[in-house]
């Protein structure tokens, strides 16, 4: 993890604005661009505020938007069970519609590849476009590959410009005002999670899920990168990630890293368990397991 | 005082660029007419998002990111001729050192834009910029590159601007500024190209990229890449300007040339046995790149393209015979640009992309879009080039300083040998 520049920045907020004397301090967070984690609280709010507001006007919906922050003493964890996922892909639009991700062109943040049993877990033949008229298919088992939000994340290491990094519960996020477009974190991620806006989002103002986190599901620009977040507007209030809802199988499981009675510690602890690519030492949080 | 000098030296330099045939204007029109087109290209782009390149999830660096890292190694390339002109005093290349120099101030200029239009957000640029912005260094490789590509863009334009000033204001030039510059510029010449192929060479997710010769491999490429387009530059010079080049300069360049294309094969045959011999996953990718996978030929024709192209002006330049013949040593340098272009850009950055981390392949092949706005790009570098020459030219040559204006254009349809001069209307 890169350190946090916040002390740095407001270093130089304070002699630029020694410098520049009281007016120009004054005038200073406002024509000088920062991520929202940057800004002074009050500041902050009124930014939050006003995206919240243009964002109602955009779709003419109400809307709340939020940067709830991470609660101390949580770091989310995941576990996915391969012996029961039949890549139904509920999953994937499950997400799609929680997070306000493009309709047209699409844009998922699941991908659900289809395996040959007797091959095993081999990403070379992985079949992500499979359509048999029902799942699941003989001899053929699923892994559904999302942000495994790596804890040595090397996402977040290459970003030239801090635009995204890994919060205090474990959940790497982007800034999409901060972002620039260099795509070079998704040449960076062994999963393929990290998706690009390569065109302006189609998103419906029907098909809008009003209820926003700043660093989550709220509507993205185009040029920008965009990933799963476990949910963060929804986990960071207790609840499970949309996607963990919407598993007809109980094939997902969520929960709290550090307390020792959540199921995902309990899947850990008890099951076999693995990584995708381990080798990497990419250290994800985000296990797949054999339940049965 | 300096300041009228300076303007003189400016509205001098304005009449020089101003003044030419019909061979000049041509070219300059044929050069504004790409880049014209190149800004309608990119105004599309900028108005319908990157979709209008081929570019997608599964191959999201293309056409823009592989002529960058072309020409990377073009930039670096100065270096091979500032070492033995300055270290060794070597003769002859000593006196065309300064248009590796121009060559490396261009391609720089180049580099730049090709990573200009490849991002999402041009808009937000000055995010790179402190203190406006965050760049977040050390960490990010991106963060290198910006840095040093920049720093070594500033020296080469110092030294450049600074050597043709003097010459123009008839003073001798500030030798330790020259000096300290030149020598730094060397270990930045291998610095831009060795930060570069971190850049790749850092991600353990592509395996391609992710192996230690890539840097030497990168180095030993440029080193043939660069001098292939100065030989050209050089015989146009001579040819169109009364500038003496010495042929020995010329075939000592394609020499060196040879050798740095031995190691760029070697280094490349040590990977290729490596991957085949090992026989792992990983070997995909080059299997992409020269057999094709899974119905997948793409690249194949392109592949095997570039390793005749490199063995052949291998050959040319390490005979002394063909090396010193012009016709097989201009077959040889134009062998060698295309063999690492093609090596150097969709040829790096495609087989390390595809197939994608989660196995899927998907065939790239850049848009009208994509080729428009990079010969935009080439175009603006080869302007940028060419005026400079026309500038540096004349002051080299003595005909153009703070008492002489430049020398008027030749009588038209001029019987001499320098009188139609297409790029680098010199001394005319």
Not at chain 2, 169 to 195: C, E, F, G, K
Not at chain 2, 340 to 369: A, H, Q
């Amino acid at each position: 993890m890169c350190g946090d520049p916040t002390d740095r920045r407001s270093f130089l907020r304070q002699v630029a604005g020694a410098a520049a004397g009281g007016v120009a301090a004054g005038l200073l967070p406002s024509c000088v661009g920062e991520r929202l984690r940057d800004l002074p609280r009050d500041e902050a709010r009124r930014r939050l505020a006003r995206l919240e507001a243009e964002t109602r006007a955009r779709f003419g919906r109400e809307v709340t938007l939020s940067a709830q922050e991470a609660q101390p003493g949580v770091v989310f964890g995941y576990a996915l069970d391969l012996s029961r996922c039949i890549g139904c892909r509920r999953c994937v639009y499950a997400c799609v519609e929680e997070n306000n991700q493009s309709r047209e062109p699409q844009i998922h943040w699941i991908k659900v590849l289809a395996m040959d049993k007797r091959r095993g877990i081999d990403l070379v033949h992985a079949d992500a476009y499979y359509n048999p008229p029902a799942v699941p298919e003989d001899g053929r088992f699923y892994v559904p590959v999302q942000c495994q939000q790596c804890d040595n994340a090397p996402c977040t290491k290459v970003c030239p410009v801090r635009a995204t990094w890994q919060e205090p519960d474990g959940i790497v996020v982007v800034d999409y005002d901060w972002c620039i477009g260099c795509r070079y974190c998704m040449a960076a991620c062994p999963y393929g999670a990290r998706h690009f806006n390569w065109s302006e989002p189609g998103l419906r103002a029907a098909e809008l899920n009003p209820a926003l986190h700043y660093l989550g599901n709220r509507p993205r620009p185009m040029g920008v990168v965009e990933k799963c977040t476990f949910c963060i507007q929804r986990t960071r209030q207790g609840r499970y990630p949309a996607c963990v809802e919407a598993c007809p199988v109980g094939a997902r499981k969520f929960g709290n890293l550090l307390d020792p009675g959540s199921e995902v510690r309990y899947v850990i602890e008890h099951k076999r368990v693995l990584i995708l690519k381990e080798e990497l030492n990419t250290m994800p949080k985000f296990f797949y397991f054999y339940g049965t | 005082m300096r300041f009228r000098l300076f303007a003189r030296f400016f509205v001098g330099s304005a009449r020089v660029v101003t003044r030419g045939n019909a061979l000049y204007w041509g070219w300059l029109a044929f050069l504004l007419l790409l880049v014209a087109s190149g800004v309608l290209a990119y105004a599309d782009q900028l108005d319908a998002g990157l979709s209008v390149t081929a570019m997608r999830d599964p191959v999201s660096w293309g056409f823009y990111i592989g002529n960058f890292t072309f020409l990377v190694g073009v930039a670096a390339a100065a270096v091979v001729l500032v070492i033995p002109a300055y270290i060794y005093k070597w003769g002859p290349i000593r006196e065309i050192a300064i248009f590796g120099e121009l060559l490396a101030v261009s391609a720089i200029v180049m580099c730049l834009l090709f990573v200009f239009v490849d991002i999402g957000r041009p808009d937000r640029f000055w995010h790179l910029l402190p203190p406006f912005g965050i760049l977040n260094f050390p960490s990010s490789l991106l963060a290198w590159d910006v840095l040093v590509l920049n720093l070594y863009f500033v020296v080469n334009f110092i030294v450049v601007t600074h050597l043709v000033y003097c010459g123009f204001a008839r003073r001798d030039y500030n030798h330790r500024l020259v000096w300290t510059l030149v020598l730094l510029s060397i270990p930045m010449a291998v610095s831009i190209h060795t930060v570069t192929a971190f850049l790749y060479n850092g991600l353990a997710a592509r395996p391609y990229w992710n192996a230690s010769i890539l840097a030497p491999q990168f180095l030993a490429s440029a080193f043939c890449s660069g001098p292939a387009i100065l030989l050209f530059v050089l015989q146009l010079l001579r040819r169109f300007t009364s500038f003496r080049i010495r042929d020995e300069a010329i075939w000592k360049i394609a020499e060196l040339m040879a050798y740095a294309m031995f190691l760029n094969l070697f280094l490349h045959g040590a990977e290729i046995f490596k991957e085949y011999y090992s026989d792992t996953h990983h070997l995909l990718h080059t299997r992409y790149l020269y057999e094709g996978v899974g119905g997948h030929h793409a690249l194949q024709p392109y592949a095997w393209a570039a390793v005749v192209l490199n063995v052949a002006a291998f050959v040319l330049f390490i005979i002394p015979r063909t090396r010193r013949n012009f016709v097989t040593l201009n077959l040889g340098a134009a062998a060698t640009y295309l063999g690492v272009y093609i090596e150097k850009g969709m040829g790096l950055i495609l087989p390390g992309l595809t197939p994608d981390t989660l196995g899927e392949i998907y065939s790239y092949s850049p848009t009208w879009t994509e080729i428009r706005v990079a010969a935009g790009i080439f175009a603006i570098g080869f302007l940028v080039f060419t005026l400079m020459l026309k500038v540096a030219v004349p002051i080299a040559l003595g005909r153009f300083h703070v008492d002489a204006d430049p020398a008027p254009e030749p009588r038209a349809g001029g019987s001499e040998a320098e009188a139609v001069p297409p790029v680098t209307a010199a001394g005319t």
